[in-house]
Every structure is written in structure tokens, then in C-alpha cells.
């Protein structure tokens, strides 16, 4: 089975005879492989350098390979798969802990592989897109506080406040919410997002 696009794959471990047949089964389904040793300190450039889709970890040592996840899943922007030789429940569940997405046994299986890869892929998006989502409500949360402290609102109130301006502007919620956090470059004066001009005193002497 052909891939529909193809993937830059990394392909770690310190294992020189699978990361080839595993780079040969994604090469096989129209991806480019990219392998690399069990390095713990030339993965962490190679995995920025080489800005993979998906990371493989073949599993070794556990201890070792654990090393290797935790390096890559904090330099690497994409999500990672351990390719196990025999299932171990606890190895899976200390790797979830550091950030895979996905494990399989084996990795030589094309079908396998790819479908672990398409599950990875879509979890990798859906835990960012639900991590977006929190971190936009928390920047508005924040936002409000802001604004009804300052001008003594109710919640509801600061939330039309941010939204007015928002619509006035043609800029999204959570991008006005991130200006008022950020430098509160809109709040000099109380009527500066409810009227939409400059606040009074901005030029005024001290």
C-alpha cells in the first residue's frame, strides 16, 4: 500500500539491521527515511535539522530507549512511535508517560506501519488542536480578569468588551485577549477598547 504523501520519517536505535528493514517498509510505502544511532547527544540537532513527520524509536536497551523518546519528543515537532520486538505493558506505559503516540511490534509489516502512522499522526493533531483549545480559553480567562479589574466589570461584561473590540478591529477574541496580556498596550485608559480611540492622558505630561 502507496502512501497518498509522502513522510520524512526518522528512524532511531541502536539496532543497525532493523532500522534498515524498517526503513526499507517506508520506503516501501512511499516514504523518506532518515536513520540515526541510539546518540542521545547528536539526536537532539539531527532531530531539529532534519524536521521529521514522524520519529521511530526501535526499542533496545529500555532504559536506553526511553532516553532516546524523552530526547525526541522535546525537540521534535512531530509524534513518535516505539517499534517493540515482543509487546511489554510496562515499557508502552512508562513511554506514554514521556509523549509517544503510538507503539507496534516489529515495524517490518507495510500495512502495519502505516496504519500506526496515520493513528499517530491524527492523535499527534487532535492532542494539539485540544491543546490550542486550552491555551486560548486560558489566555481569555486571563484577559477578562484583567479587564474587569481594571474597569471593575462583570465577567460577562469584559468577555463583550474583548469581543466588541475584536469585531471592530477585524481580529479574532483570543488575538485581542493576547494584546491585553501581553503589554496592555489597549488599557491606558478606560475608554480605550469601549470607544475604539486614544485613551485620555496618553500624551498628557507628568
Not at 536505535?13 to 516514504?31: F, K, N, S, T, V
Not at 508502552?92 to 509523549?99: E, N, S, T, W
Not at 474583548?162 to 501581553?182: C, G, I, M, N, P
Amino acid at each position: 500500500m502507496m502512501a497518498e504523501a509522502e513522510l520524512r520519517i526518522l528512524i532511531v536505535g541502536d539496532r543497525p539491521d532493523r532500522r534498515q528493514r524498517i526503513a526499507a517498509a517506508a520506503a516501501g510505502l512511499g516514504h523518506a527515511a532518515v536513520l540515526a544511532d541510539a546518540d542521545l547527544d547528536r539526536i537532539g540537532p539531527l532531530t531539529r535539522s532534519e524536521r521529521p513527520d514522524v520519529a521511530l524509536v526501535v526499542v533496545g536497551d529500555n532504559e536506553g530507549s526511553l532516553a532516546m523518546i524523552e530526547r525526541i519528543v522535546k525537540e521534535a515537532a512531530c509524534p513518535v512511535i516505539a517499534i517493540l520486538d515482543v509487546e511489554d505493558p510496562a515499557f508502552v506505559d512508562q513511554a506514554a508517560r514521556l509523549g509517544i503516540f503510538a507503539y507496534i511490534a516489529d515495524g517490518m509489516d507495510e500495512q502495519e506501519l502505516q496504519s500506526s502512522i496515520d493513528i499517530a499522526l491524527r492523535r499527534f493533531a487532535e492532542y494539539h488542536a485540544l491543546e490550542g483549545a486550552f491555551g486560548r480559553r486560558a489566555l481569555t480567562e486571563r484577559a477578562k480578569g484583567i479587564l474587569m479589574e481594571r474597569h471593575d466589570l462583570s465577567e460577562q461584561d469584559a468577555f463583550n468588551m474583548l469581543r466588541d473590540h475584536a469585531r471592530r478591529s477585524s481580529r479574532k477574541v483570543v488575538d485581542v485577549a493576547q494584546s491585553v496580556v501581553e503589554s496592555r498596550s489597549l488599557l491606558p485608559g478606560r475608554e480605550h477598547i469601549s470607544s475604539g480611540g486614544e485613551s485620555e492622558g496618553a500624551d498628557g505630561g507628568s
